[in-house]
């Protein structure tokens, strides 16, 4: 209800530190080893100098970046997991006319979250130096009555953000130059838990600045979460019409899921192939541009895509854009999603308590 967010908004803003708008978000994440990113800038750069190497200098005949992709979807995990495949996302990302990058990721820290925060930090701290914060825009945003403060100790804490600025950095280095008084600031938005209408409402509110040219947009997601400790392991059930989460549903006692199954999968198809089959539902849905096929997918699979509230904001904006632009819908492919690379983080054989994956995706839309 709008009024309950209003007030949950208003008591939100009277406990946020106001300390943090003169300060620097540290890259809390920077230095674990094995876990998240290199501290070191000259281990980093080379790191994501190679995972971009890796990436062809062009996809379908087009050259990268591709011409007008201003908007990607990217992982979020420790660069020796994600990063390979976030590569793919951050090659095609056109920054040429980037005055300001949005920067969408979903909540790992604030428990019921079901609004958007925007950052309080002067700046996001990166081991090759700090990408400057655009408190224009996000008073322009707290403006709306719709977008608060966030939280000092939770924005340190989280990491689906802080994890793009490095990639974010090699990238505008590769479009701008070296000094980073040229680069775009940003605009770090962290999406709580939302309702299919309320992502329409905040897609609303971002689709002005998304039919910018000059502004760039940043997804931040992971995938399938699969296993045990994600309360996610779907498998096929007797009937093989549908799947069944052993580990989901109220209290854990399991749930069967409303996604209807494919004929070729069995209750001997190995995990690692339904959370295939899991992600490309869900990929085919953001795929289709329009907004409510996502969310049902999202609903009906109960697929564990962790950045799903950012995907819906942005795919809502995206068909706003769309809805006050008939060149825009004229032009087959612009203001959809196209996937470009699919990863996970292991292949898992069968069904137990230890074995998991996480599934990652990059993907770009021509605005």
Not at 101 to 108: C, I, K, Q, S, T
Not at 253 to 266: F, M, S, V
Request: glycine share 8%.
């Amino acid at each position: 209800m709008r009024w309950l967010r209003s007030f949950k908004l208003t008591i939100s803003r009277l406990f946020t530190s106001i300390a943090g708008k003169m300060r620097t978000r540290p890259a809390s994440h920077a230095g674990y080893t094995g876990s998240w990113y290199h501290a070191n800038p000259a281990a980093l750069a080379d790191q994501l100098d190679d995972f971009l190497k890796r990436v062809p200098d062009n996809l379908d005949g087009i050259g990268l970046p591709v011409p007008g992709a201003r908007v990607i979807i990217a992982p979020h995990a420790g660069y020796d997991w994600s990063g390979p495949c976030a590569a793919w996302a951050y090659k095609a990302f056109d920054l040429s006319a980037a005055k300001r990058v949005f920067v969408l990721g979903p909540n790992h820290k604030i428990r019921r979250l079901e609004s958007c925060l925007v950052s309080t930090f002067a700046s996001y701290a990166t081991p090759f130096g700090n990408l400057v914060v655009d408190h224009v825009t996000t008073n322009e945003l707290k403006q709306t009555g719709s977008f608060a403060d966030f939280p000092t100790w939770a924005e340190i804490a989280e990491h689906s953000l802080e994890m793009h600025m490095p990639y974010l950095w090699k990238r505008l280095e590769q479009t701008f130059g070296g000094s980073s008084d040229k680069f775009p600031p940003i605009i770090p938005i962290l999406v709580g838990s939302l309702d299919l209408e309320d992502e329409q409402f905040y897609g609303r509110l971002l689709a002005p600045y998304l039919s910018d040219p000059e502004n760039a947009f940043i997804v931040s997601s992971d995938f399938c979460h699969y296993g045990h400790p994600h309360c996610y392991q779907p498998q096929c059930d007797r009937e093989k019409q549908f799947l069944h989460n052993p580990d989901g549903g109220k209290h854990g006692k399991g749930e069967t899921l409303g996604i209807k199954l494919d004929t070729n999968i069995t209750p001997e198809t190995p995990p690692h192939e339904i959370i295939k089959w899991l992600d490309d539902q869900s990929i085919a849905s953001i795929s289709t541009g329009v907004h409510e096929k996502f969310y049902t997918n999202m609903m009906e699979s109960k697929n564990t895509v962790c950045g799903r509230h950012p995907i819906g904001v942005v795919m809502a904006a995206m068909e706003e854009v769309a809805k006050n632009n008939t060149k825009h819908e004229s032009e087959d492919g612009k203001g959809k999603f196209k996937l470009i690379r699919y990863d996970r983080s292991s292949l898992v054989q069968e069904v137990n308590n230890e074995d998991f994956s996480v599934s990652y995706v990059s993907a770009y839309a021509i605005i």
